[in-house]
T-cell receptor
Framework: DTEVTQTPKHLVMGMTNKKSLKCEQH?????MYWYKQKAKKPPELMFV???????INESVPSRFSPECPNSSLLNLHLHALQPEDSALYLC?????????????FGDGTRLSIL | QQPVQSPQAVILREGEDAVINCSSS?????VHWYRQKHGEAPVFLMI?????EQKGHEKISASFNEKKQQSSLYLTASQLSYSGTYFC????????????????FGSGTQLTVLP
C-alpha cells in the first residue's frame, strides 16, 4: 500500500468525455506532481505544485487541466483527449525544503481513450 | 535533458551481482533511484547528493561520481524480489528552500532475477 492514493485505478473514456483524476496524500507534503508514463517508458513530468500553486507546467496540452484545491489534494481534469493520451498517470508528493527527502508515488490511474 | 542509463536490460540468477549506471552530460545536483514493478508505483530506493557520497540500503548501494556526472547502483547477492525496472531520476539545479523537486528520469533498466 502506498501513502499517496489515486482514484480511479482504471478509466476508459471517449474523446468527447470530461473526467477527472484524483490524488490524495496525508503526509503533510507541500509539493505535488503529475507524471505521465507510457508502457516501457520512464515517467514524464507534467505539472508541479508547490504550496498549492502551479510552479511547473512542462508544455502540457490544455486538454489537461490541473487543480490543487488544498495541500492534501491534487486533481487532473481531462477533456477532449486523444488516443495517444492513453497511459498510466502517476501522482507524487514530497516535502519542500529537504533535499534528502524523496518523491512518494501513488499506484497511478491507467487511462484508456477510445 | 534525459540521463542515459545502462544496461537497458539484465538477467541474473539469484545470488549474482549487478551494476546499473546513470550518466548525465549536464552537471548534476542529485540522483534519485527508484524500482518499479509491473503495474505498480515506483518505489524509492535512495537519493545521492553531489559530493561523491556512497549510500547503502541492505544489499543495494549506490555511488555518485561528481567528476564523471555519473551514479551507479549496485545490487549484490540478488534476490527474486529485486526484479523490476530501475529508474534514475536526476536534478540539474541546486535545490533551494521552498522549491519542489524537478526530476528527469532515465529510460530505465529492466532487471530479471531467475531462481
Amino acid at each position: 500500500d502506498t501513502e499517496v492514493t489515486q482514484t480511479p485505478k482504471h478509466l476508459v473514456m471517449g474523446m468527447t468525455n470530461k473526467k477527472s483524476l484524483k490524488c490524495e496524500q496525508h503526509m503533510g507534503h507541500r509539493a505535488m506532481y503529475w507524471y505521465k508514463q507510457k508502457a516501457k517508458k520512464p515517467p514524464e513530468l507534467m505539472f508541479v505544485y508547490s504550496y498549492e500553486k502551479l510552479s511547473i507546467n512542462e508544455s502540457v496540452p490544455s486538454r489537461f487541466s490541473p487543480e490543487c484545491p488544498n495541500s492534501s489534494l491534487l486533481n487532473l481534469h481531462l477533456h477532449a483527449l486523444q488516443p495517444e493520451d492513453s497511459a498510466l498517470y502517476l501522482c507524487a508528493s514530497s516535502q519542500v525544503g529537504h533535499p534528502n527527502q524523496p518523491q512518494h508515488f501513488g499506484d497511478g490511474t491507467r487511462l484508456s481513450i477510445l | 535533458q534525459q540521463p542515459v542509463q545502462s544496461p537497458q536490460a539484465v538477467i541474473l540468477r539469484e545470488g549474482e551481482d549487478a551494476v546499473i549506471n546513470c550518466s548525465s552530460s549536464k552537471a548534476l545536483y542529485s540522483v534519485h533511484w527508484y524500482r518499479q514493478k509491473h503495474g505498480e508505483a515506483p518505489v524509492f530506493l535512495m537519493i545521492l547528493l553531489k559530493g561523491g557520497e556512497q549510500k547503502g540500503h541492505e544489499k543495494i548501494s549506490a555511488s555518485f561520481n561528481e567528476k564523471k556526472q555519473q551514479s551507479s547502483l549496485y545490487l549484490t547477492a540478488s534476490q527474486l524480489s529485486y526484479s523490476g525496472t530501475y529508474f534514475c531520476g536526476t536534478e540539474y539545479t541546486s535545490y533551494s528552500s521552498g522549491s519542489a523537486r524537478q526530476l528527469t528520469f532515465g529510460s530505465g533498466t529492466q532487471l530479471t532475477v531467475l531462481p
